[in-house]
């Protein structure tokens, strides 16, 4: 792992408390480093998910799980067609 890797590990993991996030950062870039951890352990490449599948697994993290979902769509890292009928993981 080399040293930015290692720092965004650190940053991201001072974001959490007992497993659960105790805020969504407000900074660009620190709620960016959160999303991309997010989608790549909560989500698997090539799965299909409801609605009700994404958000359960972000109320794992934090009870606003609306606004992460939509932060995931727009950051890209979660993909759903027009009608939001499913998600799947993005880049």
Do not use: K, W
């Amino acid at each position: 792992m080399s040293d930015t890797e290692t720092r965004t590990s650190r940053q991201v993991a001072a974001l959490f408390s007992g497993g659960r996030l105790t805020a969504i950062p407000r900074r660009p870039v620190r709620r960016e480093q959160l999303l991309e951890h997010l989608a790549h352990t909560l989500f698997e490449r090539d799965r299909v998910y409801t609605e009700r599948e994404v958000n359960d697994a972000l109320l794992t993290v934090h009870e606003d799980c609306s606004a992460l979902r939509r932060y995931l769509v727009v950051a890209g890292l979660l993909e759903r067609p027009r009608d939001g009928s499913s998600y799947r993981r993005g880049r």
